[in-house]
């Protein structure tokens, strides 16, 4: 049972303290996100070698390294987005009454340059992991990139909670863009998807006599997808999720802080985060 349960133990709890790692530090001040980007930057530089070294292991450990790798390079993303250094060509509000096709290619100015900086994240990704036997980072990375651009549309479509209270507030602009309501017809498919890829990631990393690096890799994914699965029902659900991260928010009553005491607490996060 140890064979599952440490790497479904590994992924919930590095996707969860990641993600509140992440609200924090773009809840501080904005004169720390420039200190901010830089370790982000230097944890990705070391995420970028970890999926090239482990790309040719197949070891158990070579698969920790290889999902934390994919987990890192997407969460410098989450990072620069939420800092506001990559987002898009729109950085205000969409005009009262916008609508249809015009306020989808609003909606899209707004995220353009981030959705662009995927793009090349992924395709690095796919470079340095290229012909390697371990591609556990590199679909780790797209199992992430699902999860973001499904639960993006959605939010933008249609749903129950908007959790708007997490967007710190040089992006509260994105909320224009948000809709409210029970649920839109992009949902169920968003849902049924993940579904089935996890329980066919769940029923390859059950069979009998697969390897344990296999097998670590297929739970690894199979964790992240049923998150996604998971992240989409509390979009529509009456459930308190972002109760989850409320000790993330806490960042936001720092802005009164001395930028000494600031800086000192943004390097403490930073050596912990992503």
């Known amino acids: 049972m140890l064979a599952y349960a440490l790497p479904i133990l590994y992924a919930l ?3 969860w303290f990641s993600t509140g790692v992440i609200m924090y530090v773009d809840g501080l001040p904005r004169h720390t996100f420039r200190w901010t980007m830089l370790g982000a930057t230097a944890i990705l530089a070391v995420a970028l070698y970890g999926l090239s070294a482990s790309s040719s292991d197949t070891t158990l450990p070579g698969a920790y390294v290889s999902f934390t790798s994919g987990l890192l390079v997407f969460g410098w993303l989450e990072v620069s987005f939420y800092t506001g250094f990559i987002t898009g060509s729109r950085r205000d509000r969409c005009a009262h009454g916008c609508s249809g096709w015009q306020h989808f290619g609003h909606g899209i ?3 353009i340059h981030h959705e662009l900086a995927i793009v090349a994240a992924a395709a690095a990704v ?3 992991t290229w012909g390697g036997e371990n591609q556990i980072g590199t679909w780790t990375f797209m199992a992430l990139w699902w999860m973001h651009q499904s639960a993006k549309l959605n939010v933008f479509l249609g749903v129950r909670n908007l959790n708007a209270e997490f967007l710190p507030d040089h ?6 863009f948000f809709s409210r309501r029970p ?3 992009l949902f169920p498919v968003s849902v ?8 066919m990631l769940v029923q390859n990393a059950m069979l009998p006599e697969i390897a344990l690096f296999d097998r670590a890799g297929y739970v690894f994914l199979a964790t ?3 998150l996604a699965v998971l992240e989409h029902w509390f979009l529509v659900l009456p459930l308190p999720a972002a109760a989850l991260w409320n000790w993330s928010l806490l960042s936001r009553e720092t802005k009164a802080v001395p930028d000494e005491t600031t800086n000192l607490l943004t390097t403490t996060v930073l050596g912990r985060g992503r």
């Open 13 to 15: 709890f590095v996707w």
């Open 109 to 111: 100015q707004a995220v």
């Open 126 to 128: 796919v470079a340095l």
């Open 171 to 176: 992006l509260q602009y994105l909320t224009s």
């Open 183 to 185: 649920m839109n017809l």
């Open 192 to 199: 049924t998807v993940s579904t089935v890829v996890t329980a």
């Open 224 to 226: 992240l997808m049923a």
